[in-house]
């Protein structure tokens, strides 16, 4: 992971957020990657899907469950984010993964989703390993 920040994603998903690119441009282009020979079938075939049937089923989710949704606390989290989290800073921990994972957030503004989960909302929920600054 350390050597491959992306982990082989592709960091489409904000252009196509922001409307700067159309998805279907998108999966065009990756369906003639695949025509040309430049792509496996099945590496096609796994990106068209997430960009084109992952996007559909979240934009659906949105609508099915209206305008609150994004603003609904179903888990009647409370608790605030502390500040080193907020901070995203790396230095101020001894854990490997846990100062590589905030230096990453911090530095490019994305990180994959396995530390997202499984460091950072460990660290939220928890607080376990919290850097003492």
């Given amino acids: 992971m350390k050597a491959d920040a992306w982990m082989a994603h592709s960091l489409l998903s904000a252009p196509m957020n922001l409307g700067w690119l159309d998805p279907v441009e998108v999966i065009e282009a990756a369906e003639e990657a695949y025509r040309r020979g430049d792509v496996p ?6 990106f068209i899907r997430q960009v084109m049937g992952w996007r559909d089923y979240v934009w659906h989710l949105y609508w099915h469950l209206g305008e609150d949704y994004r603003h609904a606390n179903r888990l ?33 503004g994305w990180i994959h989703h396995i530390p997202r989960l499984m460091i950072l909302e460990t660290l939220r929920h928890n607080e376990v390993g919290a850097p003492t600054s």
Avoid: K, N, V, Y
Avoid at 41 to 46: F, I, N, P, V
């Fill in 41 to 46: 079938l099945q590496s096609a075939e796994g």
């Fill in 76 to 108: 009647g989290a409370r608790r605030h984010l502390p500040g080193w989290w907020q901070d995203l800073d790396g230095d101020a921990t001894d854990a490997a993964c846990i100062a590589h994972t905030l230096s990453d957030l911090r530095d490019h």
